[in-house]
């Protein structure tokens, strides 16, 4: 594996007329010379609130998601033809008031490998003459065949009170992510900042202010449904984002701050900031909105799960972890849990079948750092939750599982960390690489202490550094993506860790 560590008309006021223009998303473009009437009409229209998302794609489909402003069904057309020529598949999916009329479905019967075409509109219940405003969307599906792969990942958005300053161009890494042209996007976690309201002004450290948009579902911690809700469409606002999810599939997962800081079920929520003292309550709050604004594909078939595996050609299975909703309280005893015991039979049963040149890890937190909340527990033999890290890295190298690579975000900062069994307590595994990006939007911290249980080494990190403080403002370029590339013929892996200036 190979990385890269550098860093520099008018309508006729007819009924099929109307239908054609609702159809097409037209609006009239004589809006004076037009009766109030059919003002009112076109007003009435089903409106697309939030943008376009894709997700979870495979080899002939993916799923597709938006969000209206009414009871209404969401239909969904797809075309290997920019201009839609020839449509290949249609679905359809209907949106309540119980999704926050949110919908989404998987389109499906599409040809692998191949730039595929979408668009979305919405058709009033009450009235299903009426047809809302139309929205075009892209995504690629999986290959078949071998073929080159680009993807992008990062995770931590709108955190430590960082939401959209319009004035700093918004949530800028989103357009910088775009410009790769990506097959997909890994969201490593922390997509909303749910324990983070956020406030109209941040004063920043060289005495400048950063200026939010603020919203009334934002200005607090959530701990209702439609306070979490409101996080989602919170970033959503972000014309960035939108035009990102217009274009890119996400691969979602989560961590702790789509619920609240540092979680663990079952326990008790003892922070002064909330009414709600249930963590049970707010992680269903919290899944059921974070399902209901990501288009993740396995929730459709068993609900509330996030782990999954994503087969994405001969070259690439992605394996999509959950190191938050199966955990038990870090004792630091033989008996805590990261995984939990299904989802680590799951992995290793799907890594011992995977035939794909490179296996991709997607975790939402990494290995060897030292974090309270995370997995590393400080020098030594494992224990703890290491004890599941040890158990599995085991079991690949004995089953002979190679071209392993874990990604991750969490840290606010990004590194490229080499575990070598030479160097680490704990030595029956194989060498691997963990890379960690991020933060998307959100405050960047200083690099983190590494322990010696696996061995890892900090080949690369950067972030805030001297006399930077943490959590420092987006608008000062510690802002991070990584980027992957893998080569159809030499099947060679690229890594490179990128600002959102796009410097390596």
């Known amino acids: 594996m190979r990385r890269t560590d550098r860093f520099p008309g008018r309508p006729l006021l007819t009924r099929r007329s109307l239908l054609r223009s609702a159809s097409a998303g037209i609006v009239g473009t004589a809006a004076s010379s037009l009766t109030a ?48 020529h020839t449509v290949r598949a249609t679905a359809v999916a209907d949106a309540f008031g119980e999704s926050d009329f949110t919908a989404k479905l998987a389109l499906e019967g599409l040809p692998a490998g191949r730039d595929i075409f979408y668009r979305v509109r919405f058709q009033d219940h ?10 075009t969307g892209r ?14 990942w990062s995770g931590d958005t709108a955190g430590q009170g960082f939401g959209i300053d319009e004035s700093r161009g918004g949530m800028r890494t989103f357009a910088t992510m775009l410009n790769h042209r990506p097959d997909f996007f890994i969201h490593s976690g922390d997509s909303i900042y749910a324990d983070c309201a956020i406030s109209a002004e941040m004063p920043l450290p060289n005495g400048e202010v950063w200026k939010n948009i603020v ?41 702790d701050h789509e619920v609240t800081n540092d979680w663990v079920p079952g326990e008790s929520v003892t922070w002064h900031r909330y009414t709600e003292k249930s963590i049970l309550a707010l992680a269903a709050r ?13 929730a459709l078939a068993e609900s509330g799960r996030v782990y999954r595996k994503i087969p994405y050609g001969p070259l690439l299975d992605i394996f999509m972890i959950d190191m938050r909703s199966y955990r038990t309280p870090n004792a630091r005893g033989d008996s805590s849990e990261i995984f939990g015991a299904t989802q680590l039979a799951w992995l290793k049963r799907e890594l011992m079948n995977s035939r794909a040149t490179w296996k991709v890890i997607a975790a939402d937190l990494p290995i060897g750092v030292l974090s309270e909340d995370a997995i590393a527990n400080g020098d030594g ?17 004995h089953a002979g599982i190679t071209n392993v690579v874990w990604l991750t975000a969490d840290m606010h900062y990004t590194a490229a960390n080499y575990y070598d069994p030479n160097r680490a307590v704990f030595q029956d595994f194989e060498p691997f690489w963990e890379f960690i990006s991020g933060p998307l939007h959100a405050g960047t911290w200083s690099p983190t202490p590494l322990d010696n249980t696996f061995g890892p080494r900090a080949v690369y990190q950067k972030g805030c550094f001297g006399d930077q403080p943490d959590s420092l403002a987006p608008c000062f370029g510690l802002q991070f993506f990584g980027h992957v590339t893998i080569d159809a013929e030499n099947e060679a892996m690229t890594v490179s860790l990128r600002d959102v200036g796009d410097n390596i």
Do not use: C
């Open 139 to 152: 995504f690629r599906t999986a290959p078949l065949e071998q073929r080159s792969i680009s993807f992008v």
């Open 37 to 84: 009437p059919y003002l009112s009409f076109a007003a009435s229209r089903p409106a697309i609130t939030h943008g376009l998302q894709s997700g979870d794609v495979t080899s002939d489909g993916a799923v597709i998601w938006a969000r209206t402003d009414r009871p209404a069904r969401m239909i969904v057309e797809a075309s290997t033809s920019e201009k839609f």
């Open 381 to 397: 033999p494992p224990h703890g939750r290491e004890n599941e890290i040890a158990d599995l890295l085991a079991f690949m190298k």
């Open 286 to 298: 919290g899944g059921r909105a974070f399902h209901e604004f990501m288009p993740t594909r396995q």
């Open 126 to 135: 009450s009235s299903p003459t009426i047809l809302g405003e139309t929205l």
């Open 215 to 255: 919203t009334e579902e934002k200005s607090k911690v959530a701990e209702t449904l439609g306070e979490f809700r409101g996080n989602y469409k919170y970033n959503l606002l972000d014309h960035n984002l939108r035009g990102f999810n217009a274009q890119v599939p996400v691969f979602a997962q989560w961590d």
